[in-house]
């Protein structure tokens, strides 16, 4: 059971229940910071792009970052930029949307 605002209460159960991490007590480095390319991306949403812009700061490409869905894409997409950003986009959102920022990042700074 949770107490809502006024007379309002509501019943909890697993299906209705989510979690919202906590902000960042340090500051992110902002929307302005990130790359242009994910600043303006047609398939990342707002809340994604706060996501990235709430880490302390930029992130680097992390050499030991290995997945095979990433190796898949560069492979599949390199004779192709346009769809190949796309597809690091969208696959970028699926982690950002399962609370995944680091990999998230990873995927996106794959393209630098």
């Known amino acids: 059971m949770a107490r809502l605002g006024g007379d309002w209460y509501a019943k909890i159960d697993g299906t209705n ?31 994604n792009l706060g996501q990235l812009a709430n880490v302390h700061e930029m992130p680097f490409v992390d050499p030991a970052f290995y997945d095979d869905r990433l190796k898949n894409i560069i ?14 986009h969208r696959y970028a959102k699926e982690l950002l949307d399962a609370g ?8 996106l700074l794959a393209d630098y």
Do not use: C, H
């Open 17 to 47: 229940l989510f979690k919202v991490a906590k902000p960042n007590t340090q500051l992110g480095i902002g929307i302005d910071a990130l790359p242009e390319s994910i600043r303006k991306s047609t398939i990342l949403t707002g809340n």
């Open 75 to 88: 492979q599949y997409y390199s004779i192709n930029p346009d769809e190949m950003d796309k597809e690091l």
């Open 100 to 107: 995944k920022v680091s990999e998230a990042w990873q995927v």
